[in-house]
């Protein structure tokens, strides 16, 4: 098992288009055929590149180990960013809906290079995303709205703590 730091993941991050059917998106993600995962989440609560390295290193870990609390690995994406083991509770709160201002589409499980290439691929193949790029630097929510959802002080390490802390506790539960 790779160590987090050697944790290869690739994402964009996108305004979605008024106009867009959310089974077709789904569909889509499960008929692509790529050396990587593809997983599109809502990225109002996720402070860093590093929560999202994190999140997918306990996913990937917890299959390793058999660990694993859902039985895809997207699934076990979204519980581990959310720090929640109701799979309800983490589709709430990193699941996109029809109301997310934003997706981020990532990809992740294969080489730098693979992870780039198939982000690349399902992008261009996925006109449904097609509206226009955002800002791609993380956190997209305000330091102060961030420090209320994880109860926190309004400092950006802070907030990046609590959120890595609550990714940590499914292991401890």
């Known amino acids: ?27 889509k993600i499960k008929s ?13 609560w996720v402070v860093s590149n590093r929560q999202l390295k994190v999140a997918v290193y306990h996913t990937l870990k917890a299959f390793e180990t058999k660990r694993n609390i859902a039985r895809d690995v997207a699934t076990e994406f ?23 201002l934003y997706f981020l589409v ?10 780039q290439q198939s982000l690349a691929s399902f992008v261009k193949e996925s ?13 997209l929510t305000e330091k102060k709205e961030l420090s209320k959802f ?3 002080k309004e400092d950006i390490e802070e907030i990046e703590k609590k ?11």
């Open 1 to 27: 098992m790779k160590k987090e730091k050697e944790i290869s993941l690739s994402y964009r991050i996108f305004s979605p288009p008024s106009e867009f059917n959310l089974e077709e998106l789904v569909e």
């Open 32 to 44: 692509t055929n790529s050396s990587s995962i593809i997983q599109i989440i809502d990225p109002r």
């Open 78 to 100: 979204l519980i581990r960013l959310s720090g929640k083991r109701q799979i309800s509770s983490a589709v709430e709160l990193f699941g996109i809906n029809k109301e997310s």
């Open 106 to 115: 990532l990809a992740f499980g294969g080489l730098d290079k693979e992870n």
């Open 127 to 139: 006109k449904i995303l097609i509206d226009k790029e955002v800002k791609q630097s993380l956190p």
């Open 150 to 152: 994880y109860e926190c």
């Open 163 to 173: 959120a890595l802390e609550n990714m940590a506790m499914i292991e401890a539960l």
